[in-house]
């Protein structure tokens, strides 16, 4: 079986420039309206007047796709989680919220997360350059038409102070797992660390690491350019791609049997297994991955990996399958069938 | 220590802990009891000060991390400064605090918020007028004709 790739977010419909390292790029921008008070003060009214005052605008400037409050139940909150588009903070909290998304899902404008606009833009493979122009100039045309809370000394006005200033956060998505079978990667997030970078898990703040994806991405946001945040994230990032390459080099001339024996345990497992739940398909993949990108395994794009990744997410595994009401074991028993027809077919048909 | 992470250095010795009320007489000098009463006076001074616009205290921002509206800026600007600079920086033993270098916003915040204001009030009117309730359409016709002489008056300015 042959997916479609527009079952899966533009910035994942293809691979990037240094795909084999880096999944997506992302920069997102905090902005608060100065005639409102913050999220942590507003009263529910006054959030939804945040909503509507910023859907006037957007509406009227941009051809993006809104949903809010009646949209955004439990499953479809997390189907857009799963698909990088909102985040964990903007699936749990409590406030009257919204979100804005364009018809190629690689923009998307969170109302009300923990600022009144989380603004984000993202890109397949290591694409900050491209994503900032982009971001820019659409901050640039709505602050034509928001009142943004502004100070000279401080900047863009956020409500945690970890954003003040430009309120821009860069973002890269790594795949590191030859730094992680070499164990060079608690290495690689100590030095990241100790110069002002974040090394977070698969969606960001406070979510754990699964797969060996980590997202990477300055932790300062004040007393520099916003050009000089991507410089700097760019650089750093580049060595640890770097750093990643020289990893697999290694597991490929060292330890050629056991990385070969554990892409294909991987590949044995996901086109075999009955039940798969959306970990172990996950972390299978990841190795699955590996596996393509060192030339072990030649019949699977990377491309079909990547909807795999998201497909077998239990949000947009229920989505895809259109079934609301399976429960837990019929969903693992039919991500397991999807993997394995997927993954089989595109074997014989060498796509 | 003080806010702003000066260090500064008082002798006390008993007698002076007792003119000065540190220490309550009969009592001898205990460096627990000192720094109890430091903190509780920190602590007294960050419940008082407070924003005038959301009316969210230091003490409550400290609490929460967070800000409530745009003009606890402001209102904490003198304590923030250090603050930011000790969250938002690894080189802390630099002397310079830490600022806003990036990107400005075009349009000044008071033409901005006039502007919304404008779209408000005319959104409101086209309901009014809808609804044919004339009484508030007229009252909003005027609100906005003063809303919109002052936005002419600040492009001139």
């Known amino acids: 079986m042959k997916l479609d790739k527009n079952l899966i977010p533009g910035f994942l419909r293809e691979i990037g420039k240094d795909g084999d390292v880096c999944i997506s790029s992302r920069i997102r921008l905090a902005r608060n309206l100065e005639n409102h008070l913050f999220l942590l003060k507003a009263s529910l009214k006054e959030q939804e007047e945040i909503i509507e005052e910023i859907k006037e605008v957007i509406n009227r400037l941009n051809n993006f796709q809104f949903y809010g409050e009646e949209k955004l139940d439990e499953i479809f909150l997390n189907y857009l989680l799963e698909r990088y588009l909102v985040s964990p903070d903007f699936v749990l909290n409590k406030n009257k919220k919204g979100v804005f998304i364009d018809s190629e899902e690689k923009i998307s404008i969170m109302v009300n ?193 990547n909807i795999l990744n998201i497909l077998v997410k239990r949000a947009n595994l229920i989505y895809y399958l259109k079934k609301k009401d399976l429960n837990e074991e019929e969903r693992d028993y039919r991500r397991a069938l999807l993997v394995k027809k997927v993954l089989k077919k595109t074997d014989e048909t060498n796509e | 220590m003080d806010e702003k992470g000066n260090k500064r250095e008082i002798a006390i010795c008993e007698e002076c802990a007792k003119k000065r009320g540190v220490l309550e007489s009969g009592k001898t000098l205990n460096i627990e009891e000192i720094l109890k009463i430091m903190l509780k006076a920190k602590e007294k001074e960050d419940k008082e000060l407070k924003c005038p616009r959301c009316l969210l205290t230091f003490y409550e921002f400290k609490k929460y991390g967070k800000f409530g509206c745009p003009d606890c800026f402001k209102a904490f600007e003198e304590k923030l400064i250090p603050f930011i600079k000790k969250i938002q920086t690894t080189i802390r033993e630099k002397e310079e605090e830490v600022f806003h270098k990036g990107k400005k916003v075009t349009v000044g915040v008071k033409r901005s918020l006039l502007l919304s204001e404008i779209k408000r009030l005319k959104m409101e009117l086209e309901k009014a007028i809808r609804e044919e309730d004339y009484e508030q359409a007229a009252k909003i016709r005027d609100m906005l004709k003063e809303k919109e002489e002052e936005l002419k008056k600040d492009e001139i300015g």
Not at chain 1, 209 to 232: A, D, L, P, R, W
């Open chain 1, 113 to 305: 997360e923990e600022d009144h606009l989380r603004i984000q833009i993202l890109e397949g493979g290591f694409s900050l350059d491209e994503i900032f122009v982009r971001i820019n100039e659409l901050d640039d045309k709505l602050e034509k038409e928001l009142p943004y809370a502004f100070s000279e000394k401080f900047g863009f006005l956020t409500a945690c102070p970890t954003n003040l200033g430009t309120g821009m956060r860069a973002t890269v998505m790594l795949h590191l797992p030859g730094l992680i079978l070499t164990n060079e990667m608690e290495k690689a997030i100590k030095a990241a660390r100790s110069i002002g970078f974040l090394v977070r898990g698969i969606y960001g703040e406070g979510t754990k690491t699964i797969g060996s994806y980590f997202q990477i991405g300055n932790q300062f946001t004040i007393g520099m350019k916003e050009e000089e945040i991507v410089e700097n994230t760019k650089n750093l990032i580049a060595q640890i791609v770097n750093y990643e390459r020289k990893a697999r080099d290694y597991l490929l001339k060292n330890l050629k049997n056991e990385i070969e024996d554990r892409v294909w345990r991987a590949y044995g497992i996901l086109t075999n297994a009955i039940l798969l739940n959306s970990e172990e398909a996950i972390n299978l993949l990841s190795t699955l991955r590996l596996g393509v990108c060192l030339g072990i395994i030649t019949k699977i794009s990377l491309i079909t990996i």
